[in-house]
């Protein structure tokens, strides 16, 4: 699901500019926000991801109860980041949204 969050966070983050460029208004916020989530995104899924996914395949192959216990230790450190990455992304996305809305009449 990674890519599709750095296909969505670059094509909002395109809509973003090119929104700006034809309204000459900025929208600072928007975009930082958007910046914020691709680089959590990012740093999630090429950092943090593979990292747990190495823990769990080694965890899959240890033996040692002391080798379990660590590397049990190192994977769940690791998924919680990832979870909580994952979290401030969507945090930032519902902020984002109400910002917009905000902007909208009806």
């Known amino acids: 699901y990674y890519p599709l969050g750095y296909l969505s966070g670059l094509v909002s983050l395109a809509m973003v500019i090119t929104s700006a460029v034809r309204n000459h208004n900025w929208p600072v916020m928007k975009g930082l926000i958007l910046v914020l989530m691709l680089a959590f995104t990012v740093?999630?899924?090429l950092v943090i991801h593979p990292r747990a996914r190495a823990y769990k395949d080694e965890l899959a192959g240890a033996t040692e109860q002391s080798e379990i216990a660590q590397l049990k230790t190192e994977f769940d450190r690791s998924h919680k980041t990832a979870v909580v990455n994952?979290?401030?992304?969507l945090v930032l996305g519902l902020v984002l949204l109400f910002l917009t809305a905000r902007g909208l009449t009806i």
Do not use: A, H
């Open 43 to 45: 740093f999630t899924s």
């Open 86 to 89: 994952n979290v401030i992304v």
